[in-house]
């Protein structure tokens, strides 16, 4: 077994070796980095399984901060020639916008100094090999530490019915807010049919997977750049849709509800399994700029076995227009391309801040 993760499994004398691989410098000396020059792509690990990644650390001293959005993390599991995970490398460890910042939850951490030590405790287990790559898409160099913690096996039997972990990264940079496009007040929009969504067509998609596998959870990365009649971000549903359904068998009923809050929270809050990591209004606009808040299903996790798509209303039915991203971490049963191929640099890149947005009344 390689599920136990509490203090009271620690004692059990389980069948492992402890291996790490490093960023360290090979020669004895202190240049424990790798500099990845603009346009270069380096494996950071190659490992013969059976086994299973407990943990990875990184930090990178880079030019500027938007290289959180410019580098890419890509894993590969047992032979499979496209990546499971394939993402954005400020996103894959738990804060978007190209942002780094402290914060904890359990799966992932941004620590100090300054949210500048990433932290990811997933258990990525595999049955043969397992390829970490990063991809520099920026024109400058920059450095990389990093730490692959791993437990080695002596059979594939212990890892033979465990899922292989995936990651699915998306953006929708201005989502099509119907009231806010049409300029309709709240009062006008509350009339309209289209306030009445039972069906989730046009919802931010964060997660649209086909397979065997579990759903763990995703946070959100919401910039609120244009005034909306109603401004507040959180009063989309969440809706889950499972093994094909027409309608979805999970239906949330606010984002705030989604990531465990209450009552449009107006300020940050860190906790295991969810929380909001970064809070952006002002007195006089209580939503602008960036947001971000996450919900992960740790002792909850989401089972299907054909396929889901999980989604969010921007705005109640989709009134907002809003820019979204998301990460989204799941396993399945067989290794596949963790979602559809990341946009350009240009596309990733976070909106630019205050001073460039529109304010409308």
């Known amino acids: 077994m390689i599920g136990y993760s509490s203090l009271a499994s620690l004692p059990r004398l389980r069948d492992y070796v402890s291996r790490r691989i490093s960023s360290y410098d090979r020669t004895g000396g202190n240049l424990d980095a790798w500099l990845i020059r603009g346009g270069e792509k380096r494996t950071l690990a190659e490992i013969e399984g059976p086994a299973c990644i407990k943990h990875i650390w990184m ?12 580098i890419v993390l890509r894993f590969y599991w047992d032979g499979c020639n496209e990546p499971s995970v394939e993402c954005p490398i400020g996103d894959f460890f738990g804060m ?39 991809e520099n898409q920026g024109e400058r160099e920059y450095w990389h530490y990093f730490y692959i913690d791993y437990e080695l096996y002596n059979s594939v039997r212990i890892v033979e019915d465990l ?4 990651v699915q990264w998306r953006r929708e940079a201005d989502t099509d807010g119907w009231a806010y496009r049409e300029r309709l007040s709240p009062q006008t929009m509350m009339r309209d049919p289209r306030w009445y969504n039972r069906d989730g067509r046009g919802n931010y998609v964060i997660l649209e997977a086909k397979g065997n596998g579990i759903y763990c959870g995703a946070h959100l990365d919401i910039d609120c750049f244009h005034r909306n009649p109603d401004d507040w971000y959180g009063e989309g549903d969440d809706m889950i ?26 300020e940050e809050y860190n906790a295991p399994y969810h929380g909001v990591i970064l809070y952006s209004g002002t007195k006089d606009w209580p939503w602008r700029g960036k947001q971000t808040v996450y919900r992960y299903y740790i002792e909850d996790p989401i089972r299907f076995r054909k396929s889901i798509r999980v989604t969010i209303e921007h705005g109640h039915a989709n009134t907002l227009s809003l820019d ?3 990460t989204a971490y799941y396993y399945l049963s067989e290794p596949k391309r963790g979602g559809p191929p990341l946009p350009s640099v240009e596309a990733r890149l976070p909106r630019p801040n205050e001073e460039l947005y529109v304010s409308e009344k």
């Open 241 to 266: 849709f499972i093994d094909g359904e027409d309608y979805p068998s999970i239906h949330g009923t606010g984002t705030e509800d989604w990531f465990n809050c209450a009552y449009c929270p107006r």
């Open 59 to 70: 930090t990178l001293g880079i030019p500027q901060e938007d290289y959180l959005r410019r």
């Open 96 to 134: 978007g916008h190209g942002i780094r910042k402290n914060f904890v939850s359990l799966p992932l951490q941004m620590s100090p100094q300054d949210g500048k030590g990433f932290n990811s405790w997933w258990p990525m287990p595999f049955k043969n090999k397992a390829i970490i790559e990063v």
């Open 163 to 166: 899922a292989y972990f995936h």
């Open 324 to 326: 979204i991203s998301s």
